[in-house]
């Protein structure tokens, strides 16, 4: 997505106009990585809130406006990450007994479901198993940089992408 220069311009100066056009046109997709990340759509909203006040903190540290798309959706995802670790300090994590899981699902399975009810089983998972799935599946983190990022070993990252899927597929088999 590209803005204009004069909205770019606008928002490095801080003119309230240019930063509500960046707004617009970044918004409605930075909530959709919001959502992924966050346990209800209240989270979200403060995710993205505070994702845009250190976008238009920070914009002028960017150094070409070309970097602009993956600079916003790198801060966002950061911001969530972020949002996440500062809850697990109030919030004491729920452990799931792991159990064995099915080798299939049937490959239609998914396409039977719809967008918001595949955000509703992602939003239903521990903070620390959606925030990997987030990071590895759909974000593309390997285990290392997960670890980095969450303060976490490789091996640990490992187990909670397993148990997020596990959690997934056991979800599935329920409702298909």
């Known amino acids: 997505m590209t803005i204009p220069a004069e909205v770019f311009e606008q928002c490095l100066h801080n003119e309230p106009r240019g930063q509500e056009a960046l707004y617009n046109a970044y918004a409605s997709r930075m909530f959709g990585i919001c959502l992924r990340y966050a346990a209800s759509r209240m989270d979200a909203e403060d995710i993205l809130q505070e994702g845009f006040i250190k976008i238009f903190?920070?914009?002028?540290k960017l150094h070409s406006m070309e970097a602009l798309d993956g600079w916003i959706h790198r801060i966002m995802v950061n911001t969530a990450i972020n949002y996440y670790t500062k809850q697990l300090k109030f919030q004491n994590e729920v452990s799931i007994k792991s159990e064995s899981a099915d080798a299939?699902?049937?490959e239609d399975a998914l396409s039977k479901l719809s967008y918001n009810e595949?955000?509703?089983i992602l939003q239903g998972l521990p903070p620390g198993y959606r925030t990997v799935f987030n990071l590895y599946v759909i974000d593309g983190y390997n285990h290392r940089e997960i670890g980095e990022l969450l303060g976490i070993s490789e091996n640990t990252s490992k187990s909670q992408?397993?148990?997020?899927?596990?959690s997934m597929r056991k979800i599935l088999k329920r409702i298909l």
């Open 57 to 60: 903190m920070n914009l002028s």
């Open 104 to 106: 299939t699902i049937q």
């Open 118 to 120: 595949l955000l509703k």
């Open 161 to 166: 992408l397993w148990r997020a899927k596990d």
